[in-house]
């Protein structure tokens, strides 16, 4: 059964930094390329970042610059490494496969930020 666990969301004042890191336990991650999307209150979830096995990488528009995807394949990890955050980038973040998301959601990270 595949399980993807989030971590390392907080609250940080805009212009600081965050790593988020996403763990695929169980899994054939290593195979699969990966995303991480957002979901802001009342706004629908949104894919932001994007990885392949080879690590090719995109994103959108909106952190194109700011934002950067990696993977560890062998710990079976995929980053997100956030800077120049702004207060539009609170939202709750997930990782999935970015075309065929798996329907069992990991908990999501929460990053808030705000002054």
């Known amino acids: 059964q595949v399980q993807l666990v989030e971590s390392g969301g907080g609250l940080v004042q805009p212009g600081g930094s965050l790593r988020l890191s996403c763990a695929g336990i169980?899994?054939?991650?290593?195979?699969?390329?990966m995303g991480w999307y957002r979901q802001a209150p009342g706004k629908q979830r949104e894919l932001v970042a994007s990885?392949?096995?080879?690590?090719?990488?995109n994103y959108a528009d909106s952190v194109k610059g700011r934002f950067t995807i990696s993977r560890h394949n062998a710990k079976k990890m995929v980053y997100l490494q956030m800077n120049s955050l702004k207060p539009e980038d609170t939202a709750v973040y997930y990782c999935?496969?970015?075309?065929?998301?798996?329907?069992?959601w990991g908990q999501g990270t929460q990053v808030t930020v705000s002054s």
């Open positions: 999935n496969h970015p075309r065929f998301p798996i329907p069992s």
């Open positions: 169980g899994s054939t991650f290593s195979i699969s390329d």
């Open positions: 990885i392949s096995i080879g690590g090719r990488t």
